[in-house]
T-cell receptor, first 114, second 113 residues
């Protein structure tokens, strides 16, 4: 079955350190790829998306993600984490094999220590 | 900036009661969705709606659930007879086109007691 995998349930980084959150998908073709962030008690905010073209995409809040077709990955990165980045991050895909609806990964909870 | 709005933000209901969750999608969007997130679990697709009919639904979306767009702005999710396991955060979302990015509301936290 098609799926989205976020292998890290929790990640803790120090403020100012770099961050990489992993996302892998299983899919026959290239789906549309998204990262959403959810702060405690809040809704889902879109950070960035990849549809086609340049495989390195820039998003809001200083985040970027790189699509690697060979690895079926779409990892989220940020060079320097701020305490306000503490939240849960969801990778999601849309594609015909997923029924043209968003399919989410299980999420990664990011903790930032000062 | 346009946004998806959901009401209420919290709802507590007794088991067996009907609830209606309301959403106002972004005005020029054509596709509407409901997702839910049970506490500690992943966000799950419930249903998508386009052109005044359901375009896709998940196995979660059984006969207890229904959706409606009663006027030009609201999009509602009704649960006819709530069960304890319906307790979750329910998110409404909308998108301009199919398979483009969906914009989510802040969610309605439903607690069934």
């Amino acid at each position: 079955a098609q799926s989205v995998t976020q292998p890290d349930i929790h990640i803790t980084v120090s403020e100012g350190a770099s961050l990489e959150l992993r996302c892998n998908y299983s899919y026959g073709a290239t789906p549309y790829l998204f990262w959403y962030v959810q702060s405690p008690g809040q809704g889902l905010q879109l950070l960035l998306k990849y549809f086609s073209g340049d495989t390195l995409v820039q998003g809001i809040k200083g985040f970027e993600a790189e699509f690697k077709r060979s690895q079926s990955s779409f990892n989220l990165r940020k060079p320097s984490v701020h305490w306000s980045d503490a939240a849960e991050y969801f990778c999601a895909v849309v594609g015909a094999e997923y029924g043209n609806k968003l399919v989410f990964g299980a999420g990664t909870i990011l903790r930032v220590k000062s | 900036e346009p946004e998806v709005t959901q009401t209420p933000s919290h709802q507590v209901t007794q088991m067996g009661q009907e609830v209606i969750l309301r959403c106002v999608p972004i005005s020029n969007h054509l596709y509407f969705y409901w997702y839910r997130q049970i506490l500690g679990q992943k966000v799950e697709f419930l249903v998508s709606f386009y052109n005044n009919e359901i375009s896709e639904k998940s196995e979660i979306f059984d006969d207890q659930f229904s959706v409606e767009r009663p006027d030009g702005s609201n999009f509602t999710l009704k649960i006819r007879s709530t069960k304890l396991e319906d307790s979750a955060m329910y998110f409404c979302a909308s998108s301009e086109l199919e398979s483009t990015e969906a914009f989510f509301g802040q969610g309605t936290r439903l607690t069934v007691v």
